[in-house]
């Protein structure tokens, strides 16, 4: 490659493992962090968008509390979040202001990338952030989440993150510098893997367990996260994490592994909205908004004529002309209820019928896709506010 890839993304993830950022004897790594954010901090002047999922909240909360390297409970482990997490934030923060940076912490549970409405929240939320020139540090939420309902891991919690942002590049950063044909230490003949076109089960069968007491993840949580990002067209970079400038030494060139995107994703973000889903309700629009939407903007409450369906907030909603021809479809930013109640409003009317501050767009652009073939769309089941 003659560019690394950090230097034509414009959009990144960086993903930083709990054994980089904590030492189980002395707690936080302080010149790491601030070395990692010089990193962080000359992308974002460069004109890249940077998001950080960071581990170490229960590593760094175990140190604090004096607790023993033996296995937690879960209620220890839960605890240990909780005071971690206040530590972790402050660190983030007060790195990130040497550079009169601003950060936003955001806490995660697996129900809040999975279930859409809560999906949305999130992706409104680091949008802002993103948009604030803020960087959004994301964690998964360990004082509550229990193993039932868990990532487990940060490599996949960072996957999600990167493919609902529309992320160019996932970085993970680790304590090994790339992937081997066999976990270094265990074969004598393993051989780095600098390129990985596809994650074939023959690439899978390389990886190994957790390298560290720290960590929950491993070479297959990597390559998991792999899985993930490459099939919605993110590329990943695994990279070794133990040095100072992590971010820095992938510029320039140093060892780390590459995962191409794919070139036609199958299930990327819009293609689910256009064909995976079938609308739980309609909205009518007028030529105004039609022709809005096809200029690339939001659908607004004041260009919509009419409602129907009995669809929540997230669901996929079919956007469609007076005569039924289907314009576009996008997940609703309203319940039924409410999106019947302001139809045809300005937004500056919204707050004062609804009784509460609520968001501009029926559906934001970000969540809507022109449809190929304007054909009849079918009639919602059931009309909305009933």
């Known amino acids: ?79 240990a979040a909780s005071v971690g997490q206040i530590a972790l934030a402050s660190a983030w923060s007060r790195e990130l202001g040497r550079h009169d940076a601003v950060s936003g912490q955001v806490l995660v549970t697996l129900g809040d990338t999975e279930e859409r409405r809560r999906y949305l929240n999130v992706r409104a939320t680091v949008s802002t952030l993103l948009k604030m ?11 509550v989440a229990t193993s039932e309902i868990r990532y487990g891991d940060n490599d996949r919690l960072a996957a999600r993150i990167a493919t609902m942002m529309g992320a160019d590049l996932l970085v993970l950063l680790s304590d090994i510098d790339g992937l081997y044909t066999a976990p270094p230490g265990t074969s004598d003949d393993a051989s780095f893997v600098p390129h990985v076109e596809q994650i074939t089960p023959e690439i899978e069968a390389m990886a190994g367990a957790a390298r560290s007491e720290l960590s929950r993840g491993g070479m297959r949580t990597k390559l998991d996260a ?61 030529d105004g908004a039609k022709a809005a939407l096809a200029s690339g903007k939001s659908l607004l409450p004041a260009g919509v004529k009419s409602v129907s369906g009995a669809f929540a907030r997230g669901d996929t909603v079919a956007i469609v002309t007076p005569d039924g021809h289907e314009v576009a479809r996008g997940l609703v930013a309203y319940d039924a209820s409410d999106a019947v109640k ?45």
């Open 1 to 79: 490659m003659s560019a690394t890839p950090l230097s034509t993304a414009r959009r990144v993830v960086v993903k930083v493992g709990s054994a980089l950022l904590v030492d189980r004897k002395t707690g936080l790594k302080h010149d790491w962090l601030a070395a990692l954010v010089d990193d962080i901090c000359a992308l974002t002047g460069s004109g890249a968008e940077v998001m950080v999922v960071s581990s170490g909240a229960i590593a760094l909360g175990r140190t604090i509390l004096g607790l023993k390297p033996a296995q937690l409970k879960l209620e220890e482990s839960q605890a």
């Open 133 to 143: 020139n803020a960087v959004p540090v994301i964690n998964e939420n360990d004082t």
């Open 226 to 286: 792999g899985k993930i990002a490459t099939a919605a067209g993110t590329a990943m970079v695994i990279a070794s994490g133990t040095r100072l400038n992590p971010l820095a030494a992938i510029s320039a060139g140093e060892r780390f592994t590459y995962f191409k995107p794919s070139s036609d994703p199958v299930k990327g973000y819009k293609t689910w909205i256009a064909g995976n889903l079938e609308p739980a309700g309609m909205l009518v629009v007028d």
């Open 342 to 386: 302001i139809a045809g409003l300005k937004t500056s009317a919204i707050a004062g019928v609804l009784g509460y501050e609520a968001r501009g767009a029926m559906v934001h652009r970000d969540d809507l896709v022109m449809s190929r073939i304007g054909g009849r769309a079918k009639a919602a089941n059931g009309t909305a506010g009933e």
